[in-house]
Nanobody, 127 residues
Framework: VQLQASGGGSAQTGDSLRLSCVVSGRTISTSVTGWFRQAPGKEREFVAAVRWSDGRTYYPNSVKGRFTISRDNPKNTVHLQLNSLKPEDTAVYYC?????????????????????WGQGTQVTVSS
């Protein structure tokens, strides 16, 4: 599986951006694709994830209501809509693919859940 992220750029507070991640070589074993972000000097943190089979989404409380993740199965693409951007959203955003399958609820919010990563795309939000 290869992932290619795009859509980053510069924005001002309150603006919106849409990130995209093309997941090449996706098979039925790829259960979830997620987004993480890493700001300078900080740990990489979970932002959102979507399950390919049914579109179920996962978010941390920090972005719930502002960020929306979706998937386009025929295009093997995951989108991350970033709304009401804040300077603290400034980071490199990474998409990643997981092959972990769960019969019950599983948050998919840990880096170790993901085995394939794309290159990052920079998002810079100024006040």
């Amino acid at each position: 599986v290869q992932l290619q992220a795009s859509g980053g750029g510069s924005a001002q507070t309150g603006d919106s951006l849409r990130l995209s991640c093309v997941v090449s070589g996706r098979t039925i074993s790829t259960s979830v694709t997620g987004w993480f972000r890493q700001a300078p000097g900080k740990e990489r943190e979970f932002v959102a994830a979507v399950r390919w089979s049914d579109g179920r989404t996962y978010y941390p409380n920090s972005v719930k209501g502002r960020f929306t993740i979706s998937r386009d199965n025929p295009k093997n693409t995951v989108h991350l809509q970033l709304n009401s951007l804040k300077p603290e959203d400034t980071a490199v955003y990474y998409c990643a693919a997981s092959t972990r399958h769960s019969t019950g609820y599983y948050p998919y919010n840990r880096r170790i859940d993901y085995g394939s990563w794309g290159q990052g795309t920079q998002v810079t939000v100024s006040s």
